[in-house]
């Protein structure tokens, strides 16, 4: 199927979400962002924002601010992979020109493949030996 190249899909389906969150993930303050790869050749799109965040019309704002940035950066997105951007009450407070520029960096940022030498732990330290 041929597609425009800023034309995104949405995620709408609870399985969706959820099969993001098993992916590669990255995030700023404002945001996370989860990818995997899909069966579509458009990229899919998915937005969060729990109810720790705020009431309703905060959250509402968030993904408000959320899809502009999206569609801001529409044309960096990959084919073949879907994408879940989590919302934090900072979005309401961040200028939006730095949303722009964070996704831009983390899309770049989960793609890119890790060296060995890169450890795929938590980040919490070291572990324990056993």
Do not use: W
């Amino acid at each position: 199927m041929e597609h425009k190249p800023d034309a995104l899909r949405r995620l709408r389906k609870r399985s969706q979400f959820q099969r993001a969150a098993r992916g590669n993930r990255a995030g700023r303050s404002a945001f996370g962002l989860q990818v995997v790869p899909a069966e579509d050749a458009q990229p899919g799109i998915g937005f969060t924002v729990t109810k720790k965040t705020g009431n309703s019309p905060e959250r509402n704002r968030i993904k408000r601010r959320l899809r502009a940035a999206v569609t801001a950066c529409a044309r960096d997105f990959v084919d073949h992979h879907d994408y879940v951007l989590v919302g934090r009450r900072e979005a309401l407070t961040e200028p939006f020109t730095k949303l722009v520029a964070d996704l831009g960096a983390l899309i770049v940022r989960v793609h890119k493949p890790r060296s060995p030498d890169e450890r795929a732990s938590s980040g919490r330290g070291p572990r324990k030996p056993r």
